[in-house]
């Protein structure tokens, strides 16, 4: 089994055969590969034959970049173009399947969550919350602080005359 090499590999290996036969087996009058007799002039033709066929290659994949690079911007402006386009047909034609569909835009409806997936996630959001333990404002308002030890290094908060009530509620709303 042959081993995996890039194109720049098989390149090199390709012209060191070549070099190497012209330079050592010109003379031969051939080369018993596998039991199979080549003369110089075959092998180097083989050899040339995959350079070709690698020089093919590179040329597509380059000619394929230069396409895409060309269609990139091309086709960003039909994308944009065609958001405005589906807009203005659905502001000129509403919701008519019929003519819609001629324009290839088809419309969606929204699926509504069964009886079974409602409950499924109030038990969820249920649970949620017991393991997140919020609370909600009227609880929050219940939990006091402490009394601090006059001892304590920081000095107990002043009160405000800011109106707010110990519910937490501001008057006057």
Known sequence: MAASTNKRTQTATDN??????QKHCMGQA???VESVAYTPAQVIA??????????VVTAARLALS???????PIALARSTFDRGF???ILGAYGNSPGTLGDFG?????PKTPSTAVKATAVTQAKATRKLRQTLGK?????IKA??????????PPAASGSGNSPTGGATGK
């Open 46 to 55: 083989i050899y040339q034959n995959d350079l070709d066929a690698l020089a």
């Open 66 to 72: 230069e396409a895409l690079a060309k269609a990139k």
């Open 105 to 109: 835009i088809v419309l969606t409806t």
């Open 138 to 142: 009227n609880q929050k308002a219940k």
């Open 16 to 21: 060191a055969r070549i070099t190497g036969v």
């Open 146 to 155: 402490p009394p601090v030890d006059a001892s304590s290094a920081l000095p």
């Open 30 to 32: 051939s080369i018993l």
């Open 86 to 88: 589906k807009h203005a």
